[in-house]
């Protein structure tokens, strides 16, 4: 593998050149060969195993973990990759970059206390929704690989230990930045803004300084607000939206105790250290406008030597934040409803509709496919006045653009999907294969994630919760 290294042209505050630890006995459970051929990666699994569990460091490759500080709930933390090393960046037969990078490979000088190191469970489960996402079509860091160290990690229990390779557009994240204005200074920052421009917005790299600070917030904000836009259609939960894992290439990354929804519900929490619902469903698109607040102040020394003039550009493009997500928002919830345009009476129907699932506790997911087949489930919370009510004027509303049922039901199943990774059937899943050994239900269930929005799906295919799973449901950061 024909690894580059760009990153190392920055100053080396950004990153300490840092080997993973070699492995005693690795074993590859899992090889993405789909990703590996879009990635012109030639190799076979076996050939690259050695690789992939970091023990064949190759003369040329420059192994280094990044350096990033962040917001983690509200407060300023200096972090870095303390588990995670680069081995370098592969350019695709496409031209487009790609950092390959080895999660829980070892200890680095930011491991702080920890060890470095992952579990096969966690590693597995980002593999699966990292997948899962790509499928359902929104951006999201890839998985390439998870191999097994032969080596046990303890927490509370000893665990088996495992290396994911992970594949992204950059690791360069809002935390990044962060690091950069208050460690390095001004001539640090100015290189990280140049480095990223070039690496991910390079029609602005010959933008004077300023233009371009404000040029680099604005598509960020652009990006992240579509990101949490698709999250918000499929019911994901990030469930740790630090400033440190919110990435400028609007990948979602970092899936420590990420979830779905099931009912609907904004306030829905799952993550074991979310005590005041900070990441909760419904606060995402608020919690990603502060990051990128976070974001324009760490950018404002480079918009203008003036500091109130930085700061009127920084708070202008910051609060539209708001109105670009509100209009993306706006879009994406008409569109699950059939509609293509977003105006005042297609927005309040579909309001409605979510205020009806959230007084009625309905599946976030079944609701949207069961209104695309045009069948009511006997006995169900659907077999009810209120339901066929607001399904009467929906129909009317429809006839009124012109648009047929058939039209609307066909746009609806391309946003709406009838699979996603649901709680109970991946931890069902990952428990088998790390507890077990049995990868079957897993293998299962990425095959059936692959295909998302089937064109046909029957009621009875739909996935149904366990009642009273939700409450006692619970998430831990992916150590
Ligand atoms: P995360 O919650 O995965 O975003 O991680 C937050 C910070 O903790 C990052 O700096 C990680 O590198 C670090 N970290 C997480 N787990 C470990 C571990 N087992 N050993 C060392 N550092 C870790
Ligand atoms: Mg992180």
């Known amino acids: 593998m024909q690894l580059e290294h760009t990153y190392l042209s920055l100053s080396d505050k950004f990153y300490s050149e840092q080997k993973p630890i070699t492995t005693t006995r690795p074993n590859i459970i899992y090889f993405n060969n789909k990703l590996a051929d879009e990635l012109g990666i030639s190799q076979s699994e076996e050939e690259l195993l050695s690789m992939l569990a970091g023990n064949d460091i190759t003369d040329g490759m420059r192994p280094f973990a990044q350096a990033y500080a962040g917001h983690q709930f509200g407060h300023f933390t200096m972090l870095g990759d303390g588990r995670a090393i680069m081995l370098g960046e592969l350019v695709s037969p496409e031209g487009k970059r790609y950092d390959i990078q080895l999660k829980g490979s070892g200890r680095t000088p930011y491991s702080r206390g920890g ?3 992952a579990t096969l469970y966690s590693m597995l489960r980002e593999y699966l929704i990292s997948e899962a996402m790509h499928h359902l079509g929104i ?25 994911l390779t992970r594949v ?18 001004i001539p640090g920052l100015r290189e990280l803004l140049h480095y990223t421009v070039k690496r991910h917005d390079p029609d602005l790299a010959d933008l004077p300084e300023g233009e371009k600070a404000a040029k680099l917030l604005k598509r960020v904000c652009e990006r992240q607000a579509e990101l949490v836009t698709h999250w918000m259609r499929v019911g994901f939960i990030h469930g740790v939206m630090n400033t440190d894992n919110t990435g400028l290439a609007g990948e ?5 105790p990420c979830a779905f929804m099931n009912e609907y519900d904004l306030k829905t929490v799952f993550s074991s250290i979310d005590s005041f619902g900070r990441y909760s469903f419904g606060n995402q698109p608020r919690i990603m406008q502060w990051n990128m607040a976070v974001f324009a102040s760490a950018l404002m020394p480079l918009m203008s030597e003036n500091t109130e003039t930085a700061k009127e550009i920084a708070e202008g493009i910051v609060d539209d934040f708001a109105n670009v997500f509100t209009k993306k928002w706006e879009q994406m919830l008409v569109s699950k409803i059939g509609f293509t345009v977003a105006e005042s009476s297609t927005n309040q129907l579909a309001e409605e509709l979510l205020d009806w699932m959230s007084e009625h506790n309905a599946d976030y997911i079944n609701t949207f496919r069961i209104l695309s087949t045009d069948k009511i489930p006997e006995n169900s919370v ?12 929906w129909f009317s509303e429809l006839e009124k653009r012109n648009i047929s049922k058939k039209d609307a039901f066909s746009r609806m199943k391309s946003v709406n999907p009838a699979f996603i990774p649901r709680n109970h059937i991946v931890e069902n899943a990952l428990e088998s294969a790390a507890n077990d050994k049995n990868l079957d239900p897993l293998n299962i269930l990425l095959k059936k994630l692959q295909n998302p929005y089937p064109k046909e799906c029957s009621l009875d295919e739909l996935q149904e919760v366990p009642k009273n799973f939700d409450e006692t449901y619970q998430t831990f950061c992916g150590t």
């Open 115 to 117: 060890d470095g190191r």
């Open 139 to 163: 951006p999201t860091s890839r998985s390439l690989a998870v191999v097994t160290t032969g080596d046990n990690v303890r927490r509370q229990v000893p665990h088996d230990g495992a290396v």
């Open 168 to 185: 992204a557009s950059s690791h360069i994240r809002v935390g990044t930045f962060e690091f950069a204005a208050r460690f390095t200074g």
């Open 252 to 256: 979602t990354f970092d899936y420590g």
């Open 382 to 393: 659907y077999d009810s006045d209120s339901f066929k009510n607001w399904k009467t004027k």
